[in-house]
């Protein structure tokens, strides 16, 4: 069975879950803190007792899905944005021209060669697409309410309808009991631990063939619409203009200048906004293009650590 996923971070999270479990987790642990001297080192202390003590629990709580890196599929096209009319190639087309944008946008004033990275990445997207070529047997969807992930199972069912695949679906809850007393809410399988991708396995469904007929049908309307934006609403993908989040995102301007980071940070975290921080840094560079903001501070190339303020 393929394990299909639409980001790279849950891919590798899907990589682990395969043989995860054991007595002795894997892995290394090191602490940031702007604490110096003793307390600093007592901090560090704490923090990575904290973390094996949560980690050694993982372990005894995985179920490992098994199977072989072969079978992990991401299809990390970042379809929620961008041009999806036109159909993917090798070569240049609009997706690759559109991720380009995003993975060489500069954040932090970076300086290394993003090139190579990229191609790197571009070309197992595309070799993970070819798995699906013909129509797999059996392929197990890991859905969330991201708007990628719910692009990316209307992209997967317009591939495989004509195929007669057998297609199922683990999709995330809003919502996970932790406890007599606590829960916890995840946004996306990104901030789920590989530990516990397998304990989700009860809510795995299959899907119909006249669900992905419908599934492939909305995903050919929303090609013909080809908005800039999809986003999630009322438990559907729908189109959307550029701006559909500015509101969201000027009621995360703050009254004294502050940081790009930090508006991008209280978008993504406060407003809960599931688009990538990227998309949230282009709309703040479009505020100060348009006078909402104003920068105060100059970050020189590291945009992130520019400080703005709003117009007066």
């Given at each position: 069975?393929?394990?299909v996923?639409?980001?790279?971070?849950?891919?590798?999270?899907?990589?682990?879950?395969?043989?995860?479990?054991?007595?002795?987790?894997?892995?290394?642990?090191s602490?940031?803190?702007?604490?110096?001297?003793?307390l600093?080192?007592?901090?560090?202390?704490r923090?990575?007792?904290?973390?094996?003590?949560?980690?050694?629990?993982?372990?005894?709580?995985?179920?490992?899905?098994?199977?072989?890196?072969?079978?992990?599929?991401g299809?990390?096209?970042?379809?929620?944005?961008?041009?999806?009319?036109?159909?993917?190639?090798?070569?240049?087309?609009?997706?690759?021209?559109?991720l380009?944008?995003?993975?060489?946008?500069?954040?932090?004033?970076?300086?290394?060669?993003?090139?190579?990275?990229?191609?790197?990445?571009?070309?197992?997207?595309?070799?993970?697409?070819?798995?699906?070529?013909?129509?797999?047997?059996?392929?197990?969807?890991?859905l969330?309410?991201?708007?990628?992930?719910?692009?990316?199972?209307?992209?997967?069912?317009?591939?495989l309808?004509?195929?007669?695949?057998?297609v199922?679906?683990?999709?995330?809850?809003?919502?996970?009991?932790?406890?007599?007393?606590?829960?916890?809410?995840?946004?996306?399988?990104?901030?789920?631990?590989?530990?516990?991708?397998?304990?989700?396995?009860?809510?795995?469904?299959?899907?119909t063939g006249?669900?992905?007929?419908?599934?492939?049908?909305?995903?050919?309307?929303?090609?013909?619409?080809?908005?800039?934006?999809?986003?999630?609403?009322?438990?559907?993908?729908?189109?959307?203009?550029?701006?559909?989040?500015?509101d969201?995102?000027?009621s995360?301007?703050?009254?004294?200048?502050?940081?790009?980071?930090?508006?991008?940070?209280?978008?993504?975290?406060?407003?809960?906004?599931?688009?990538?921080?990227?998309?949230?840094?282009?709309?703040?560079?479009?505020?100060?293009?348009?006078?909402?903001?104003?920068?105060?501070?100059?970050?020189?190339?590291?945009?992130?650590?520019?400080?703005?303020?709003?117009?007066?």
């Amino acid at each position: 069975m393929l394990e299909v996923c639409f980001s790279d971070a849950v891919k590798g999270a899907l990589l682990m879950a395969q043989h995860c479990g054991g007595r002795r987790p894997g892995g290394a642990v090191s602490v940031i803190t702007d604490r110096r001297g003793p307390l600093a080192s007592l901090a560090k202390l704490r923090e990575i007792r904290r973390y094996r003590k949560r980690q050694a629990a993982l372990q005894r709580q995985a179920v490992p899905l098994g199977g072989w890196r072969e079978d992990v599929v991401g299809l990390s096209f970042g379809l929620s944005e961008g041009d999806i009319r036109a159909p993917l190639a090798a070569g240049d087309c609009p997706r690759r021209a559109y991720l380009w944008e995003q993975f060489s946008f500069d954040r932090y004033g970076e300086r290394e060669d993003l090139g190579a990275s990229f191609r790197k990445f571009w070309d197992g997207a595309l070799a993970d697409l070819r798995k699906l070529k013909g129509g797999p047997q059996a392929v197990r969807v890991w859905l969330d309410d991201t708007p990628d992930a719910r692009c990316g199972l209307l992209f997967l069912a317009e591939r495989l309808a004509p195929a007669d695949s057998d297609v199922h679906v683990v999709e995330l809850p809003k919502r996970v009991a932790q406890g007599a007393h606590e829960a916890v809410e995840y946004r996306g399988w990104g901030e789920v631990e590989p530990q516990l991708f397998g304990t989700f396995l009860d809510r795995e469904r299959a899907l119909t063939g006249a669900e992905l007929d419908s599934l492939a049908g909305r995903w050919r309307r929303l090609q013909e619409e080809n908005a800039p934006l999809r986003v999630v609403r009322d438990g559907a993908i729908v189109s959307a203009d550029i701006d559909y989040y500015d509101d969201r995102i000027r009621s995360c301007f703050p009254e004294a200048p502050c940081k790009v980071a930090q508006i991008i940070g209280e978008a993504l975290g406060r407003q809960k906004i599931l688009t990538g921080d990227v998309f949230v840094a282009q709309r703040v560079r479009h505020f100060l293009e348009t006078g909402e903001l104003v920068v105060v501070g100059s970050g020189e190339t590291d945009f992130y650590r520019t400080t703005v303020a709003r117009a007066r």
